[in-house]
């Protein structure tokens, strides 16, 4: 099965500006996650959806990140405007629904804000 | 917080040895799982183990789970050089079940 892709791999972008990342899961696939992960840490949840519903975006910074998932499948992850802190790689995972399916992630976007 | 806390941080160990890394948590939980990330890679899933188990075997790798502790261990036997990555632990709690959250993972060097 293909696994699950994400574009850009690398964006590297100036303060206050926009950038978005997009997420393709595994086919069948109902949840989708996605994560931040900063340097020598451990990935940190932004927001899950079940199918096209956000079920859990209480780390999502409201501010300045949107996400979507327009008809249950692919996914489109928003930060405008970007900060420095802001850097980080941002990975998208799926699953199928319930807790004791692994997550499936892809290689992640690396965002570099300057 | 509730997330899994990997011990050691960093480790070192020549080919052919095992490897041990542990995890230590503070929430009552529906199941463990460990994840490997090589460089500039996504995570990989190696193993899920149930909090009703204490143990689970998956080539090389060796799950043990201990609920009274709060803890677990990953074992690695006979290490090859293509296992060096970052491994790490997650958990599911039973107050969240869909929300899977990660320790700050152990990053292991073997050496040729």
């Known amino acids: 099965e293909a696994g699950v892709v994400q574009s850009p791999r690398y964006k590297i972008i100036e303060k206050k500006q926009p950038v978005a990342f997009w997420c393709n899961p595994i086919?069948?696939?109902?949840?989708l996650y996605w994560y931040r992960q900063n340097l020598g840490q451990g990935p940190e949840l932004l927001i899950r959806?079940?199918?096209?519903?956000?079920?859990?975006d209480s780390q999502l910074p409201k501010d300045r990140f949107s996400a979507e998932r327009l008809k249950g499948v692919d996914s489109t992850l928003k930060i405008q405007p970007a900060e420095l802190g802001d850097s980080a790689v941002y990975l998208c995972?799926?699953?199928?629904?319930?807790?004791?399916?692994?997550?499936?992630f892809g290689n992640g976007t690396r965002l570099t804000v300057t | 917080s509730q997330q899994g806390e990997e011990d050691p941080q960093a480790l070192s160990i020549q080919e052919g040895e095992n490897a041990t890394m542990n995890c230590s948590y503070k929430?009552?939980?529906?199941?463990l799982q460990w994840y490997r990330q090589n460089s500039g890679r996504g995570l990989v899933h190696l193993i899920l183990?149930?909090?009703?188990?204490r143990e689970k075997h998956s080539g090389r790798l060796r799950v043990t789970l201990d609920t009274s502790k709060k803890s677990s261990s990953l074992l690695i036997t006979a290490s090859r050089a293509a296992d060096t990555a970052s491994y790490f632990c997650?958990?599911?709690?039973?107050?969240?079940?869909?929300?899977?959250?990660f320790g700050q993972g152990t990053t292991l060097q073997v050496k040729p």
């Open positions: 995972a799926s699953s199928p629904t319930g807790y004791n399916s692994p997550l499936h």
């Open positions: 086919s069948g696939h109902n949840t």
């Open positions: 959806y079940e199918n096209e519903e956000a079920v859990d």
């Open positions: 929430t009552s939980i529906n199941n």
């Open positions: 183990i149930r909090s009703n188990e």
């Open positions: 997650a958990i599911t709690s039973t107050k969240d079940t869909g929300k899977l959250i």
